[in-house]
């Protein structure tokens, strides 16, 4: 008589305990008197550390084998698996794209969370593979899925990734194990268990009860419904924020929710309602060119975005803000998982240089201090630092850091906050411009928003490339060629850092090459032995 076993695929990351998973599967299935067997995959996959563990269980319990053993099975037969559990989303394409999953037989329980590949990391813009595509793949090679973030779930009870998948398997109902079974074997862990079992249980809930509401679905209609469950990364909520009745269209109200209150954190009231202003003329616009709304409000809604990005932008009191937030040491303490008897210390190095305190000072004090510096290196110096040092845990460091962040007023007069706010209506005027003489340039301008990233000089060569796109390609030409110019120069800016990209499609669409900065020569001493021959000039 031919008996079946239950086969699982477990994705994991390194250092997230797959293998500690795959352990207590196994020892789950011999205390609930069932025969098992695991075997692990290393592989580097995107992310070099990414390993698979192959775990088979034979469903006739060892009472009634008399003796014999079953023979399994050392590796996964692509198309052949009953379920696969994953840490990571893109990790659990890369292994349904490997043919792993089968849509008719295979139950993918996977985390909504990501991992950034290097590649993704890498690009100028959004490099971020989009989560929506990846769970279409995941629906779509699945006999059934289970999607949450597990990430989430094992910050909130203070465990391990790992515990999280375990209770998401237990919770799906795969394997005959009772719910004690597993939760014995992770008492038996001694140290973490505790933690281990809140995670656990938290998974097991979510899992089971999608698992029953799927049951009930199929006895009442004869189907099991194919769109991703609620609750995972595909549903999205709304922001449940407190707004001012800005009249924006349905698409653009999360958006814009998120940029209000990051503004109103920022700066306070009367920024946010300039926030609100510059979007309201935006709107306006966008409406004048598309009476029906036939393009969802793209324009607006890409705007709520990187306006309050550019709005928001970083310096030395935003820095102290977000360092010495009650938030960031409570999420400290659950990274090194410090105990309630744990003395913890924890010290921010910080560098600011000119430009950082110029920022913070008027206009004409900020030119001399700046000039200052540029001096300094003329003559061969390093530009100025203050190297900093500063205990969070102390009281000392905690002041210090309270009363930088307290400075918002003074952020206000300082320089750098007037030359952002001209750089950014200069880059609202080109997108209200732009929308009525050709919808789709005034979207291309907005999307020049995603040029603005980063602090020091990729964030100054970013405002640079876009002021210069603005200048020579935003105007020229009918709107559609416009159009064609400005969405190729962005692109081309966010493909290559050094800007030879650019450049090159500036001359191509008739604008003039950005300028070439000037940059000064320092000479070295020549090092004893080096040939006269030999020039020794550092370029920086």
């Not at 192959?54 to 319990?61: G, I, N, Q, R, W």
């Not at 709304?238 to 209150?261: H, I, S, W």
């Not at 928001?312 to 010495?324: C, G, M, P, Q, T």
């Not at 952020?411 to 005027?429: C, H, P, V």
């Amino acid at each position: 008589m031919k008996h079946q076993s239950i086969s699982l695929l477990v994705c994991a990351l390194g250092g997230e305990g797959g293998g500690v998973l795959t352990e207590w599967l196994v020892e789950t299935a011999r205390h609930a008197g069932y025969p098992a067997q695991a075997t692990s995959i290393p592989g580097v996959a995107q992310r070099t550390g990414a390993t698979t563990y192959y775990l088979e269980v034979f469903l006739v319990p060892f009472g009634e084998l008399a003796g014999k053993k079953p023979v399994f099975s050392l590796n996964p037969v692509p198309g052949a698996l009953d379920a696969m559990v994953s840490s990571e989303l893109l990790e659990t394409t890369r292994q349904i794209g490997n043919g792993m999953a089968s849509p008719e037989r295979t139950l993918v329980i996977t985390s909504s969370a990501r991992t950034l590949t290097t590649q993704e990391r890498m690009q100028l813009g959004d490099g971020r593979t989009d989560s929506a595509s990846l769970l279409k793949v995941v629906q779509q090679f699945s006999r059934a899925h289970q999607v949450f973030d597990m990430g989430a779930v094992a910050k909130e009870c203070g465990t391990v990734v790992s515990a999280v998948m375990l209770g998401a398997i237990a919770g799906s109902g795969l394997f005959p194990f009772q719910r004690e079974d597993y939760e014995a074997v992770v008492k038996a862990g001694g140290k973490g268990a505790e933690a281990s079992l809140r995670g656990f249980a938290k998974a097991y809930e979510i899992t089971s009860h999608a698992r029953h509401q799927r049951a009930y679905v199929e006895q009442l209609v004869g189907w099991a419904p194919r769109a991703v469950p609620t609750g995972s990364a595909a549903t999205v909520g709304k922001a449940g924020l407190a707004l001012p009745t800005g009249g924006m269209p349905a698409q653009v109200e999360e958006m814009f929710a998120l940029g209000y209150q990051r503004l109103l954190d920022y700066q306070g009231q009367a920024y946010a309602d300039l926030y609100v202003q510059r979007l309201q003329s935006i709107l306006q616009a966008e409406r004048d060119a598309d009476p029906q709304g036939t393009h969802g409000f793209a324009t607006t809604r890409e705007m709520a975005r990187w306006l309050a990005l550019w709005m928001a932008f970083d310096d030395i009191v935003r820095v102290a803000d977000l360092k010495s937030r009650a938030s960031r040491w409570t999420r400290v303490q659950g990274e090194v998982k410090a105990g309630e008897a744990d003395l913890l210390k924890l010290y921010d190095h910080f560098k600011p240089g000119v430009p950082e305190f110029a920022a913070l000072l008027p206009a004409s004090l900020a030119g001399k201090l700046v000039a200052w510096d540029r001096r300094r290196a003329a003559r061969g110096l390093q530009p100025w630092a203050l190297p900093l040092k500063i205990g969070t845990h102390s009281v000392f460091g905690m002041l210090a850091l309270r009363t930088l962040a307290s400075m918002k007023w003074l952020r206000a007069r300082g320089s750098r906050f007037a030359a952002e706010q001209d750089m950014i209506e200069k880059w609202l005027q080109g997108v209200v411009q732009g929308t009525r003489r050709d919808w789709q340039l005034g979207q291309e301008i907005a999307l020049c928003g995603r040029l603005i990233k980063g602090y020091g000089s990729t964030n100054e060569r970013g405002k640079e490339n876009l002021l210069h796109v603005l200048d020579h390609l935003a105007h020229g030409g009918r709107g559609e060629e416009a159009a064609k110019a400005v969405r190729a120069a962005r692109e081309a800016a966010l493909a290559d850092d050094a800007g030879k990209a650019l450049d090159a499609t500036l001359v191509q669409h008739g604008a003039p090459p950005r300028p070439v900065k000037a940059v000064p020569i320092r000479w070295a001493r020549k090092p004893r032995g080096l040939p006269d021959e030999a020039p020794h000039a550092k370029v920086h």
